[in-house]
């Protein structure tokens, strides 16, 4: 059974128009992540939440914005997308610093 | 803060063969470690994960061997097969988050 899915699987979008990729999970875990993830490289934490705390890496673009409405969903709204954006967006979840149990991930193209 | 590395991007091994792959930290303070594994298309799965008092910790096929003098970290695959080809991420714990290095991509060559 799938613990964190993520939705939609594939988007597609263009340049400048604001696209949200979702988030839910069956774990109960209280921290959730987003990371970006560009070709052949590690992913890239964005920003995670503690609960409803919401924790902004230093170098994460201000295009790119989180909710968490409850504890099962999390959203990742990209404002005015642009080419570099295009990547796979990773949503993982955990116990407060334990392991992250990561989703399939959405796979962002820009056009 | 905490920087992760690995020491080969690629590794090519003989399927049946042993796997090796290796990481490296510099934050000594570093207290838990996790391998991912990833296929293509698709999220990191968990394979394996070690605190910082144990050096050794086994599961079904892998094994991970932690270093804390030198900040070293390692994942043996044992009889390599076909379906472990995938990248492979370490992550270390730092603070409340945890650093990935680059990922090195296994091939299993028939």
């Known amino acids: 059974d799938a613990m964190v899915i993520q939705n939609p699987r594939y988007q597609v979008t263009q340049f400048g128009k604001p696209v949200t990729l979702s988030c839910s999970q069956t774990?109960?875990?209280?921290?959730m992540y987003w990371y970006q993830q560009k070709s052949s490289q590690a992913p890239k934490l964005l920003f995670h939440y503690y609960d409803k705390d919401f924790n902004n890496e230093a170098d994460t673009p201000d295009n790119f914005q989180s909710r968490r409405p409850n504890t099962s969903f999390c959203f990742l709204d990209i404002r005015s997308p642009g080419l570099g954006d295009a990547a796979m967006y990773l949503c993982?979840?955990?116990?407060?610093?334990?392991?992250?149990?990561f989703g399939p991930g959405t796979r962002l193209t820009v056009l | 803060g905490e920087s992760v590395g690995l020491h080969l991007p690629t590794l090519s091994v003989q399927e049946g063969d042993n796997s090796i792959i290796n990481c490296a930290y510099s934050n000594s303070a570093s207290d838990y470690f996790i391998w991912y594994k990833q296929e293509s298309g698709k999220g990191p799965q968990f394979i394996i994960d070690?605190?910082?008092?144990?050096d050794k910790r086994q599961g079904q096929r892998v094994t991970v061997l932690l270093n804390k003098t030198v900040k070293h970290l390692s994942l043996q695959i044992a009889a390599t097969q076909p379906g472990d080809s995938a990248v492979y991420f370490c992550?270390?714990?730092?603070?409340?988050?945890?650093?990935f290095g680059p990922g090195t991509r296994l091939s299993v060559l028939p």
């Open positions: 993982a979840t955990s116990k407060v610093g334990d392991t992250q149990y």
């Open positions: 992550a270390v714990r730092y603070g409340q988050n945890f650093v």
């Open positions: 774990l109960n875990h209280n921290v």
């Open positions: 070690i605190r910082s008092n144990m």
